[in-house]
């Protein structure tokens, strides 16, 4: 199993999950993370440290189109394992259903 990260992450982006990461197997895009399922250890602890919710274990009804989006994006974008500031929307955006349609953005992050 993984877990990986979903909608809510998007548009909001607070990275709280990075700093915990023991195998540092989150990756960045311009507004949302993603989480390389190949390298996940499953180990469940940046599940609670997430403020919107968004990292779920694959074994919840629904996850395998999440884990194919993590995959494909984790191969393209930057690894990131340093915390920075969440997008300065996130407050306003948390939360909302239908972030991946209305917001989602493929260009890569940072990293770092
Ligand atoms: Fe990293 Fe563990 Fe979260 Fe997987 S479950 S992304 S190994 S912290
Ligand atoms: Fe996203 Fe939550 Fe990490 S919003 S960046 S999965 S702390």
Redesign the pocket.
């Known amino acids: 199993m993984t877990y990986v990260?979903t909608d809510?992450?998007i548009a909001?982006?607070?990275?709280?999950?990075?700093e915990v990461c023991p195998v540092d197997c989150f990756y960045e895009g311009e507004n949302?993370?993603v989480i390389h399922p190949d390298e996940c250890i499953d180990c469940g602890v940046c599940e609670p440290?997430?403020?919107?919710d968004?990292?779920r274990p694959d074994t919840e009804p629904d996850m395998d189109e999440w884990v194919e989006f993590n995959r494909k994006y984790a191969e393209i974008w930057p690894n990131i394992v340093t915390r920075k500031d969440p997008l300065p929307e996130a407050a306003e955006r948390d939360g909302e259903a239908g972030k991946r349609d209305k917001y989602f953005s493929e260009a890569p992050g940072e990293g770092g």
């Open positions: 990260v809510n992450c909001c982006k607070y990275t709280d999950c990075v949302a993370l440290e997430c403020p919107a968004a990292i």
